[in-house]
C-alpha cells in the first residue's frame, strides 16, 4: 500500500529534493541539480514565484521506502488573470509502479478540485523559466541542466491514468559546422542600415545588469502569445537577474536595440554544464564549483537558451544580426555543436528562424491533461 506524506519541513523537502539520486543513480543520462539551488526554489521565503502560486510537497512511500514525489502547483496568475482554471504538477517522479504514480496524481486532483480547478496538466513548473514537459524520445542523450530527464515508463504511466497530450516540445541539435556566414552576414548589415539597428555585446556581467529589466519586459512581449505563457512579474525579475546571469557568460548574451536605445531582441546563450552537474553530484562545495566554471570557460557546446524580439520587428530578418555575433563568438572559443532548448511544436516561427542550419530533433517531451471531474 502507497501512503503519502507532504513534505513542509526542510528535511522532508531535502528528501524530496535526493530522490532522483537514488532513481536515476545508475544513468548516465540524468542530470543532476545542485541540492541547495533547489531548496532554495521550494523555499517560500526566498522565491517570489510564492508571492502569486500555491504549492504542496508530496512524498510516496511504500513498505516503508519513499518511491515518489510531486509538486502540486496553482498559478494565481494564470487563474486570474487568464481565466485558466489550471491545476499544475511538476517535480513528478516515480518508481515503475503504476500504485506509486496514481496516488500522487489522485492528490494533485484532488487539490485542484477543492480549489474548483478544472483540469490538471503537467509536469510544468512554476512559470516559463522553469523546466517543463516529460521525455518520450531521446532518452539515450544526456540531459541539461534546464530540463527534466525521465525512464522511458513514465509515458506508458500518464496514458494508463487517462491523461491525454497537451503540448508537444522539440529539441534541435545541429553542428556548428553547419553554420555557413553567407546566409546572413550580407542580410544583418541591410538589416541593421534599414532599420537603424544595431548590437550590443558584453564582456563583464556587470554591463548587463542596467539592462536585465529591459530584457525580462521584452521577454514577456515577445511570447505573451504562445498558449503556455505567464508573464514574469516585477519582483521575479530580481529574482531571475540573481539566479541565472551571474550563470551565463556575459559574451553568450546579445541585445539588439534601435536608433533610441530602445531594446527590441535578445538571445541569450549558455554552455553546456550537463557533464559538470553530474561532476558535482548536486554539490557546488567543496569542488562542485571547480567543475562550474571549468564548463563555463571551456565547453565546447552551446545551448541556445532564449530568444525575444519584439512583436514589431519579428519577421524583419533582426535574427540575421544575432546569427552574426553568434558565429563571431562561436569561432573564437571553437564551439562544436549548438542545442536548443525545448520548442513548442506549435511555434512555427522559431522552426523557420533554424531552417537554414539543418538541425535534426533528438529529443521530444510533451505535457499531459486530465479533465477533473467535480
Not at 539551488?37 to 510537497?57: C, G, H, I, R, Y
Not at 514525489?69 to 482554471?85: G, P
Amino acid at each position: 500500500m502507497v501512503s503519502l506524506k507532504q513534505a513542509t519541513k526542510k528535511a522532508d523537502l531535502k528528501k524530496f529534493v535526493k530522490f532522483p539520486f537514488t532513481l536515476y543513480k545508475n544513468s548516465p543520462y540524468w542530470v543532476p541539480p545542485l541540492i541547495n539551488d533547489e531548496l532554495d526554489t521550494f523555499d517560500k521565503t526566498k522565491n517570489p514565484v510564492f508571492e502569486n502560486s500555491d504549492a504542496w510537497f508530496y512524498l510516496a512511500y511504500k513498505d516503508g521506502k519513499l518511491v515518489g514525489r510531486v509538486v502540486a502547483i496553482i498559478n494565481w496568475i494564470e487563474v486570474n488573470q487568464q481565466k485558466l482554471k489550471k491545476m499544475r504538477f511538476g517535480w513528478f517522479d516515480f518508481i515503475d509502479d503504476p500504485e506509486v504514480s496514481r496516488v500522487l496524481l489522485d492528490k494533485v486532483a484532488e487539490i485542484g478540485k477543492e480549489h474548483q480547478m478544472e483540469f490538471i496538466e503537467g509536469p510544468v513548473g512554476f512559470s516559463n523559466l522553469d523546466k517543463v514537459g516529460v521525455l518520450v524520445e531521446g532518452f539515450d542523450h544526456i540531459g541539461t541542466m534546464i530540463t527534466w530527464y525521465n525512464h522511458p515508463y513514465y509515458k506508458v504511466h500518464y496514458e494508463q491514468l487517462g491523461f491525454k497530450k497537451e503540448k508537444e516540445y522539440m529539441e534541435n541539435k545541429f553542428p556548428n559546422s553547419n553554420v555557413d556566414p553567407k546566409l546572413f552576414i550580407r542580410v544583418q548589415a541591410l538589416i541593421k542600415q534599414r532599420y537603424n539597428l544595431r548590437e550590443i555585446n558584453f564582456k563583464k556581467t556587470s554591463e548587463i545588469m542596467p539592462w536585465a529589466d529591459k530584457m525580462f519586459d521584452l521577454f514577456n512581449e515577445s511570447y505573451a502569445r504562445l498558449s503556455s505563457f505567464v508573464p514574469i512579474t516585477e519582483v521575479q525579475k530580481d529574482y531571475f537577474k540573481k539566479k541565472y546571469i551571474s550563470f551565463i557568460n556575459p559574451e553568450y548574451i546579445k541585445f539588439i536595440v534601435d536608433g533610441s536605445d530602445k531594446l527590441i531582441a535578445f538571445a541569450i546563450v549558455m554552455p553546456s554544464f550537463s557533464e559538470a552537474m553530474q561532476k558535482t553530484k548536486g554539490k557546488l562545495f567543496p569542488f562542485g564549483i571547480f567543475h562550474l566554471l571549468r564548463a563555463k570557460k571551456h565547453s565546447k557546446d552551446v545551448i541556445f537558451y532564449l530568444i525575444g524580439i519584439h512583436p514589431e520587428y519579428q519577421n524583419k530578418g533582426v535574427t540575421s544580426i544575432i546569427f552574426n555575433e553568434y558565429y563571431e563568438t562561436f569561432k573564437e572559443k571553437g564551439i562544436l555543436n549548438c542545442y536548443r532548448t525545448p520548442e513548442l511544436e506549435e511555434n512555427v516561427a522559431i522552426r523557420q528562424m533554424w531552417k537554414h542550419f539543418n538541425p535534426v530533433i533528438y529529443k521530444r517531451r510533451r505535457t499531459y491533461k486530465k479533465l477533473l471531474q467535480s
